[in-house]
């Protein structure tokens, strides 16, 4: 399956999650001291500084993960997330083979970032706007992935991996966590930022230069060696439990 299939099944189950916690009941009275963490989702808006700025445009993607609160307040906790943001998708028409000229596909070539960390997050205060700083110490894996499927049905007929870099990570935001129900499983509005610092990567993009066709068959990658790091927006949900 395409990286770009993988992406809109994220978005879904993202969107489902903001669902369930619009559902989930509020038994009780319990005030914010009373839940043990949060779930949260998001969609993002990454952002490319400094020389990866040079060779990629804005990306998108959307993450997840949970906080367990460390206490009763529910001030300080450990974070753990998970992200997965694409920067760049080239697509193609190709006939099926030399001999059947007649039938087309569709060739896709993604470039994305799959990433995951863990580390403290604070935040300052208990009220209904809740400000937050956060850092976490994880990985990114840049991937860049190409896949041939049919023109109509979508069904994903083979794929290949062109190129993978895995890079620690290092991740450093804040925001603001908006209250806009109480209860026992309180539900907040997350409005976010985050930099990600990842260091020297090598990683293709969009552009003929990076994939290139060899004249007696096959390919080869030609990828760019820089920093990688970036700025990502995030909006979304987070529900208390415990």
Do not use: C
Not at 63 to 72: E, I, M, R
């Amino acid at each position: 399956m395409s990286t770009v299939k993988n992406i809109r099944k994220l978005v879904v189950v993202t969107a489902a999650f903001t669902v369930a916690g619009l559902a989930l009941p509020e038994h009780g009275t319990a005030q914010w001291g009373d839940a043990k963490g949060e779930v949260f989702g998001y969609l993002d808006l990454g952002v490319p500084i400094g020389d990866f700025r040079s060779h990629v445009d804005l990306g998108g993607g959307a993450g997840g993960g949970g906080v367990l609160f460390l206490g009763g307040n529910r001030l300080a906790g450990l974070r753990a997330e998970g992200n997965f943001l694409i920067y760049g998708v080239e697509r193609w028409t190709v006939p099926f083979s030399n001999t059947v000229s007649f039938v087309d596909l569709e060739q896709e070539t993604t470039n994305a970032i799959l990433s995951a960390g863990l580390g403290p997050q604070v935040y300052l205060g208990t009220g209904k706007i809740r400000p937050y700083f956060y850092g976490t110490v994880g990985f990114s894996a840049f991937v860049t992935s190409t896949s041939v499927s049919g023109m109509y049905e979508q069904e994903t007929i083979a794929s290949t991996t062109n190129h993978s870099d895995f890079r620690l990570a290092f991740t450093g935001g804040g925001g603001l966590s908006v209250q806009i129900r109480g209860g026992a499983n309180p539900l907040s509005l997350d409005l976010s930022a985050a930099y990600r610092y990842n260091g020297m990567t090598e990683y293709l993009a969009n552009g003929a230069d990076n994939l290139e066709n060899l004249r007696r068959g096959g390919w080869v990658a030609n990828p760019i060696r820089s920093e990688a790091n970036l700025v990502t927006y995030r909006v979304g949900i987070s529900a208390g439990v415990g």
